[in-house]
């Protein structure tokens, strides 16, 4: 017979024959059902009956014999991986229990109230203990928990034994912690059961990386159709394309004991990718990668992957292209045909953004640009926008913004620049460091911070400006300092009153400290020594004078500061009376000229008579604040 072959009972005859079940032992592998047995048997709701573990046996299997029964020693090898993970190996547990019925009336200790939980693939079984201001100690609570605990695995249907160390530990931490505070006073989660977690296969898998960086969505979420990665830059280094390799998965254990099994990765995307000697293979374990030898754009060609960095295209519209985003560090250059005077070689709408771009035709509304190098071999419509370091225009009606520009001829459009040349102006207006026009016709409004300097002037109504302020350096630099300027200024309306406060309470008590000074004399003069309470007050003094001697020294270097900051606006503002206009032509009448001061704000205007002869026009300070325009008929 072998260990859990008989079924007891703690009834006598008479007991059985009696209507009240009290208790029966049995041993089983299924408790739950012969728990359900017992209750109809005995005609009694399952969930009035609990049962008490006794005994437990653990069994397994394999290809050589079955219902092995694990010793000590050999449910230690539960704990190696290797074991567990041998797909024969089978477990089974039997269970000696003494099934009861509950006594709702009987005096039974509190235990806080434990849940069990677990992971999708259920190698991992978590118990969490709810907090509890009921619970008390007592030296049956720790085993009255971990009995609860192996009651709710047997529910489950988790093997008990199974990698379960924690659990022990854990528990008696909480009953530690009850035992010390008298309450467990948060939730408590911890592992009870630890199988061994299946790895899943990686199935082969091939990624376009450098098609990521088609980002069709607008900054309000919308899809923007305009933006079809019709061209895709990478920079040197950058992986293009990654082949990720199948790998197989690992299979695993559950806390049920059950053998899980995984599949084998499919391999479906493996395919011949040719690369040019501007792309580098690189091999791994896990996956192939190419990688960009050099910045540019992925061009894709009959199977073969290269890197180029100029391109030819007829037009960007929408309808062909759409817009490109390419960076503008991406070393691209791209050329643009079309130069059809009835056509757009950039159409309505389209953004354009590359390292170089040339184009021989026209810019459509509403385009915009963005490089370090831009040359427009057509004209540009009033609402297109160019934004480049250096930019060449041939005729410009639009809104170009960078560092060196130079334009054919400018038609109403606005320039922003440091150094700008224009060919020929005939409206327009532009604000720059420098500005050199060749010839300027009419309505032209033209403001710099350093020259101004016309060839020949043919029209009138032109406005020339001085103006320091233009540039974003002096902008920065001019806020900055009045922002200091401001803040001092608010800090220093506090002092006077502040001062004036603490020096009238050093000449109120300074009376009485120069009487207790000289009562300390007397009494040390006579051998006395003077109570502590005489030397507190003039300490008291003393530091009060220092306080004030500290804040009024303060005052003076905020004070100081003003001026210094203040001496720097001033010679922030001097270069107005570097500026210059320079003229080659005579002037003509109906044309102004005018030098902005900063600090304070004022405009000196000069209107300049027909046929007037000065080569160059400067701002002189007087002094006084007194301010005049001079004129010169020779160059300096």
Request: glycine share 6%; proline share 3%; with cysteine.
């Amino acid at each position: 017979m072998g260990l859990f072959d008989k079924i007891t009972s703690s009834n006598t005859d008479e007991t059985t024959e009696s209507s009240e079940f009290k208790s029966i032992i049995i041993d089983t592998i299924n408790v739950m059902k012969e728990l359900k047995n017992i209750a109809v048997a005995n005609h009694i709701k399952p969930t009035d009956l609990s049962f008490k573990i006794l005994k437990i046996a653990t069994f397994y299997s394999d290809d050589k014999s079955e219902d092995n029964e694990m010793g000590e020693e050999e449910m230690k090898l539960i704990l190696d991986d290797a074991f567990l993970l041998n797909p024969i190996i089978k477990f089974k547990q039997r269970y000696r229990v003494e099934i009861f019925k509950i006594e709702k009336e009987e005096d039974i200790d509190v235990l806080p109230q434990i849940t069990l939980s677990g992971n999708k693939s259920l190698t991992k079984i978590i118990a969490t203990v709810a907090q509890s201001h009921d619970v008390k100690y007592t030296s049956k609570l720790e085993q009255a928990m971990i009995d609860d605990i192996q009651i709710k695995k047997i529910k489950a249907g988790v093997l008990l034994g199974m990698r379960d160390q924690n659990m022990y530990k854990e528990v008696k931490k909480i009953v530690s912690s009850i035992r010390i505070n008298g309450i467990l006073d948060q939730a408590q989660s911890f592992v009870v059961c630890q199988g061994v977690d299946e790895v899943l296969p990686i199935n082969d898998d091939l990624i376009y990386h450098y098609k990521k960086k088609i980002n069709a969505k607008s900054t309000d979420g919308k899809v923007d159709y305009s933006k079809r990665g019709f061209v895709l830059a990478v920079e040197k280094d950058e992986c293009i394309v990654e082949y990720i390799k199948p790998q197989m998965g690992i299979p695993g254990r559950n806390c049920r004991g059950l053998f899980i099994a995984v599949k084998e990765p499919k391999k479906t995307n493996e395919t011949p990718i040719g690369i040019t000697a501007n792309v580098v293979k690189k091999e791994s374990e896990t996956s192939v990668k190419y990688i960009a030898n050099r910045g540019g754009y992925v061009n894709f060609d009959k199977g073969t992957f290269d890197i180029q960095d100029q391109m030819e295209i007829n037009e960007i519209s929408f309808r062909s292209t759409g817009s490109i985003d390419a960076n503008i560090t991406s070393n691209i250059k791209i050329n643009i045909k079309e130069k059809d005077i009835l056509k757009d070689a950039i159409g309505a709408g389209m953004s354009v953004e590359t390292t170089e771009l040339v184009v021989q035709g026209n810019i459509g509304s509403g385009a915009k640009i963005k490089a370090k190098i831009v040359e427009i071999g057509g004209q540009t419509h009033q609402s297109a926008y160019i934004e480049s370091d250096k930019i060449t225009i041939a005729v410009h009606r639009g809104e170009a913004n960078g560092r060196e520009i130079e334009i054919d001829r400018l038609e109403g459009g606005k320039v922003i620049g440091d150094v700008v040349h224009v060919k020929q102006m005939i409206g327009g207006e532009i604000i720059a460091k420098i500005v050199k026009i060749d010839v300027l016709i009419s309505n032209g409004k033209i403001t710099a911070s350093e020259i101004i300097e016309i060839q020949e002037l043919k029209g009138n109504n032109n406005k020339l400006f001085i103006d320091p302020s233009v540039t974003k350096e002096f902008n920065e630099q001019i806020l900055s300092i009045n922002k200091k300027i401001s803040v001092l200024e608010e800090e220093l309306k506090a002092y006077p009153k502040q001062l004036g406060a603490k020096k009238d309470t050093i000449e109120k008590n300074k009376p009485t400290a120069e009487m207790v000074k000289t009562k300390i004399l007397e009494l040390k003069k006579n051998g006395v020594e003077p109570p502590i309470t005489l030397f507190a007050k003039v300490k008291d003094f003393q530091e009060k004078v220092v306080e004030y001697n500290a804040l009024l020294q303060t005052y003076k270097d905020k004070k100081e500061e003003l001026h210094e900051f203040r001496n720097s606006l001033n010679q922030v503002q001097t270069k107005v009376f570097t500026a210059k206009i320079i003229n080659h032509s005579p002037w003509k009448e109906f044309n102004e000229i005018k030098f902005k001061l900063i600090s304070p704000p004022r405009d000196i205007t000069y209107n300049p008579k027909e046929r007037e002869i000065a080569r160059e026009i400067m701002l002189k300070d007087s002094g006084n604040g007194e301010y005049k325009i001079t004129r010169s008929m020779e160059y300096s």
